[in-house]
Every structure is written in C-alpha cells, then in structure tokens.
C-alpha cells in the first residue's frame, strides 16, 4: 500500500475536520451497522483517542500521533462518525511489517469491524512476513487469520521504587549515547528484530535519549526511554546479555523514582524480571507475539529485551 507522507496527511487534515473524500473507503455492511472505513490522516486523532480509551489503553494523543507518523491503516466509523475499529501497520516497504493500533471496544468485537480491518491490511501485504501483538480477546481473530504464537510479552510497569544499581557484567560499562553510536545502534538492532526498521529507529533515536553498553570499545547493546502513556517507557532495549539488559535499563528505573516506567519485555530470565519487580514495576499484563511468514527474531545472543511498542515491536 502507498504511504502518505506527511504532506498529504496534513492537506487531508486542512480539508475537512475528519474525513475528506480521498481517505474513504467504499461503503460496508458490517452486521446490522452501516460503516465507511477511512484511511487514517492526523484529522484522526480524536476517534483512535476515543477507540483507546474505550479499551482502557494509557495512549495520549501524542503517542497516537507518534503512531500515524510512523504507521498506515484504517478506521472504521459507523453512520453517524462513531469510531467502531482500527488497524495500522508500520515497517511498510521493509522486511517485516508490524500490525498494530488493533483497536476494537470490547461491545463491538462481535461484530466484525476488527476481523475486516485485519484482513484489509493482510491482502494489501502478500508474501511479506508480518507479526503482532495479540491480546486476550484478539487472539483468536489472529491464529484464524493464520498468525503462529511464538512468545510472550510481560508488560512491567508501575510507581518505580528505590533499586540497588545490578553488578556490572565483566568489561561492560554503560554511557549516554552519542551520535557517533547510531551506525551501530542499526547494527544491533537489525541482528535484534530479525530485520531493518529504518523508518521507525531514526524517529526514535531523533526523538529520545539513550544510553549504549560498551565492551571492548564496541556497543554490544542499546535502550531509548521516551515519554508514554502514564510516564514513560523503556524501549527498545537491545542487549547480548541478560545482565547487560538490565544495566541499561538501571539509569532509567532509578532516575524515575517515584513516578510511573515501563517497559514490555519478550524476555523469560528471572534476574531481569526480578530487578524490574524490585522497583515496583511488576508484570501488570501479558500479550502473546505472533508471526505469518519468518520468525526472524533471535532469542539468544543480541536480542530484544524491550520492546518500542507493543504495536512496534
């Protein structure tokens, strides 16, 4: 599928206060409900806003903005602009796209705008490796639909609390990042995700802070912290070790004491999760990855310890 580029995403937006009639899909029935389906623009902040709180996620608008810079997709609104379902995909052009913004208040499950919208963004993709991150209640829409479970993802999160610093690995120690890291910030990350994602690392990394692991003068692992939802979220967090892992994320569980952090974890070690549930962050929920085509992601060596999002990977 195209991407709008943010041009043409702001000119849609100058057009008309929702909708203009470029980013509509024809008409469709879903059950008894008559529905347009746009194609979501900046103009629709407001209804994925309302959508996520319908489902009691924490996003703010501007982590919503963050998503439709990055992704494409689709909302579906019924007859008289009510926002029934979304779907957005991110990595467009790249290895593996991402599906997420899968959006269905809980009333309206049944009803059929999810499993549209899904297989929407899955035709407009074929043959690419796709994966996501399935709630409870979308699970079986996506193993339907085909998608293979392969992990799961603990969200962490609380009030942080006072925490020991974690012992040092052997020759590792970690700094802020500069920008002469970046070139191996990629390096790490493509072994990582299991694929390139240009688009959204360089809007991370232009939007964050960081700090990297160092050893033997080499970057062996990285984390970016950002403002989200409640507080703020570590994410991605890369790592060759699950002791590197949490020295990279020591520098922001203890600079936030006493406010809200956290970090969604694919990882099963005891020690990292146990450091996180000593600063009060404890496993708050649990979603399950899932992937059509290629498992691309290591679970040994440089791998993903947290995630930029559950609808980024």
Aim: proline share 4%.
């Amino acid at each position: 599928m195209r991407r709008k580029t943010q041009e043409t995403r702001h000119a849609a937006d100058e057009d008309h206060e929702g909708r203009s009639s470029s980013e509509e899909r024809p008409d469709l029935r879903i059950d008894s409900y008559d529905a347009r389906v746009l194609e979501i623009s900046y103009a629709h902040i407001e209804l994925l806003h309302e959508l996520t709180i319908g489902v009691f996620w924490p996003h703010r608008r501007d982590d919503l903005r963050f998503f439709v810079d990055l992704g494409c997709g689709y909302v579906a609104v019924d007859a008289i602009g009510r926002p029934m379902a979304s779907a957005m995909a991110f990595g467009d052009g790249e290895e593996v796209n991402f599906l997420g913004m899968m959006v269905t208040p809980p009333r309206l499950q049944s009803h059929g705008a999810g499993r549209w919208l899904l297989r929407r963004l899955m035709e407009e993709r074929p043959g690419v490796d796709m994966r996501l991150s399935a709630t409870r209640s979308g699970y079986r829409l996506y193993e339907s639909a085909g998608f293979i479970p392969v992990d799961v993802i603990r969200q962490h999160q609380g009030i942080v609390t006072r925490v020991e610093a974690p012992c040092a690995a052997e020759g590792v120690t970690v700094r802020k990042m500069r920008t002469e890291d970046h070139s191996a910030v990629r390096a790490l990350d493509l072994v990582a995700f299991g694929a390139g994602r240009q688009r959204t690392l360089e809007y991370l990394l232009a939007m964050t802070e960081g700090v990297v692991a160092v050893r033997d003068n080499e970057p062996c692992g990285y984390a970016l912290c950002r403002r989200f939802g409640r507080g703020e979220v570590i994410g991605p967090l890369v790592a060759d070790d699950e002791q590197v892992a949490m020295m990279l994320a020591a520098p922001f569980v203890q600079r936030a004491e006493g406010r809200f952090l956290r970090i969604d974890t694919p990882d099963r070690g005891e020690r990292f999760g146990g450091f996180l549930a000593a600063a009060g962050m404890g496993v708050f929920d649990t979603v399950t990855e899932m992937y059509i085509g290629n498992d691309r992601r290591p679970r040994e060596g440089v791998r993903i310890f947290g995630l930029a999002a559950q609808s980024l990977g």
